[in-house]
Every structure is written in structure tokens, then in C-alpha cells.
């Protein structure tokens, strides 16, 4: 059984930092990609981020210089730091990951994690 589960998401001040974390099982992770996801109220889920199983990287415009995401295969585990956090970051964001890199930033991946919560105040 695959499963994605994400942590480290909360409240935070604008200006301040958090890390995600995104704990994968049930596949083989050195051969996935991986991905982080957004979704704020009321918009369509964006992507933020994503690394190859090669270990190249990619992220968004807005937050490119703020967001690194990282992974590391001995702990199955893909993770988001986040710097100069803004209130237009609030979402709610997803971990994802699948073989077809292609699939996996086009918001196709094989699989989904849960969510995680983050909340930044003005």
C-alpha cells in the first residue's frame, strides 16, 4: 500500500519559515519523482515545486529564491523549506509523487499524499 503522508505545516508570521516533510512507503522512492502541491480556498491546486529522481529541481515563479524543495532516499522523505513566507502562501499543501515525471508536474501523479495545513499571518 502506497502512502504519502505529510507533516510540518502550521501558522506562522509573514516574513518567517517552515519545513515540509512528505514521508513516502509502498514504492520504490529513488525511482519516483516528487512533487509539492497547493491549494488555497476557492483555487485550483498549483504546483510549488519539484525534483527528479535525478535529483534536479524545478519550482514556480513565485516562489523561486523563497522555496527549496530537497529529498532524501535514505529516509524516503522529500521536503519544502520554506523562507520570506507571505500570506499569499496559505494553502493547504500536497505531497506527490509517480514514475512519469511528465505526469507528476502536470498534476497527474500516481500518487497523492493528504494535505498539510499552512497558515501565514499578516
Known amino acids: 500500500q502506497v502512502q504519502l503522508v505529510e507533516s510540518g505545516g502550521g501558522l506562522v508570521q509573514a516574513g518567517g519559515s517552515l519545513r515540509l516533510f512528505c514521508a513516502a512507503s509502498?514504492?520504490?522512492?529513488?525511482?519516483?519523482?516528487m512533487a509539492w502541491y497547493r491549494q488555497a480556498p476557492g483555487k485550483q491546486r498549483e504546483l510549488v515545486a519539484s525534483?527528479?529522481?535525478?535529483?534536479?529541481?524545478n519550482y514556480a515563479d513565485f516562489v523561486k529564491g523563497r522555496f527549496t524543495i530537497s529529498r532524501d532516499s535514505a529516509k524516503n522523505t522529500v521536503y519544502l523549506q520554506m523562507n520570506s513566507l507571505k500570506p499569499e502562501d496559505t494553502a493547504v499543501y500536497y505531497c506527490?509523487?509517480?514514475?512519469?515525471?511528465?505526469?507528476?508536474?502536470?498534476?497527474?501523479?500516481?500518487?497523492w499524499g493528504q494535505g498539510t495545513q499552512v497558515t501565514v499571518s499578516s
Open positions: 506527490a509523487a509517480g514514475g512519469n515525471f511528465g505526469r507528476v508536474v502536470s498534476g497527474l501523479p500516481g500518487y
Open positions: 525534483i527528479k529522481n535525478s535529483g534536479t529541481t
Open positions: 509502498g514504492i520504490i522512492f529513488s525511482v519516483n519523482h
